[in-house]
């Protein structure tokens, strides 16, 4: 049993960032579960967490905007110390203005989503762009640990909305989300539990996780999956129940399981220009 969870734990934790990206025709998926209105989250926000402590210095200074980069400290469930959340806080004139929090692919150095900051900031939007934890792509020896992770990820983007309604300079009732790839599933969920986000866009997102990892043609979620068949003699649809019976992130929230609620893939490219993303 253990070692099975460990093969269906390396599948999870190696491809979870690239299933926001896996193709699948729309016609060949039928979910039985009616698809979840986002809209449709808790409407009753949770004690604010202990003493918001940050740190902030200017990196730079555009006519339309000023770039800084923000520390928030933050804690562990034992009360220690934990990883501070490093943001890129692009503060534009307009106060109090609207802001939008904007959650990154899995890998990378930001390129992509400064260029996007840099426009929204451009046209008199703030823009707080939350970096990765440290434990972005965890190698995890149990199942629960998924959920762990993600839960922790939600705690953090509920921590970076604790710091922008600290700021005078930002309107707290006009924040929006916008998430990319694994940040997009990161934005799903955050906004099924937050009643503070008011708009949200999510970017090459899929859904739901368990049939993108059982059926994808993605190369390396393939060669990953026929690994686990193999190993455990198993077809698809006992994969597919094992993960539906293992992986329930949401639950603990009182949120929608991801696999009712990610259902958008949202191309940004449409939206915004790319010819001025450097090389």
């Known amino acids: 049993m253990m070692k099975q969870k460990r093969s269906l734990t390396g599948l999870l934790a190696g491809l979870l960032g690239l299933c926001g990206c896996a ?6 998926h039928t979910s039985s579960s009616p698809p979840f209105a986002v809209s449709d989250r808790k409407q009753e ?6 003493a918001l402590n940050s740190r902030e210095r200017e990196v730079n200074v555009h006519r339309n905007y000023k ?6 400290d933050t804690q562990t469930k034992e009360g220690n110390p934990g990883e501070a959340i490093i943001l890129d806080y692009y503060q534009c004139n307009k106060e109090p203005g609207p802001v939008i929090l904007l959650l990154p692919v899995s890998g990378g150095n930001y390129e992509i989503e400064n260029h996007f900051a840099r426009y929204i900031a451009k046209h008199g939007i703030a823009v707080v762009l939350a970096h990765r934890a440290t434990n972005a792509e965890p190698e995890l020896s149990e199942l ?23 700021r005078p300079e930002l309107d707290p009732h006009r924040v929006g989300v916008f998430g990319i790839s694994m940040g ?14 008011r708009a949200e866009v999510f970017g090459l997102v899929g859904g739901d996780l368990p049939y993108i990892l059982c059926h994808s043609a993605e190369p390396g979620i393939a060669k990953r999956r026929k690994q686990v068949l193999r ?14 019976k293992d ?10 399981k991801p696999s009712s609620c990610l259902r958008a893939i949202i191309p940004p490219w449409s939206a915004f220009p790319t010819s001025s ?3």
Do not use: F
């Open 45 to 50: 926000a949770e004690p604010k967490s202990a």
């Open 144 to 166: 629960g640990a998924i959920n762990t992770w993600l839960e922790q990820s939600v705690s953090r983007g509920k921590r970076v909305l604790d710091w922008i309604e600290s």
């Open 231 to 244: 190993e455990h003699s198993w077809r698809r649809s006992i994969m597919s129940c094992r993960l539906r």
């Open 247 to 256: 992986w329930n992130c949401a639950g603990k929230w009182d949120a929608p």
């Open 67 to 72: 770039l800084k980069r923000i520390e928030i």
């Open 23 to 28: 193709h699948l025709h729309p016609a060949r």
């Open 184 to 197: 997009a599933i990161q934005a799903v969920l955050l906004t099924a539990v937050d009643p503070r986000i």
């Open 277 to 279: 993303i450097k090389r």
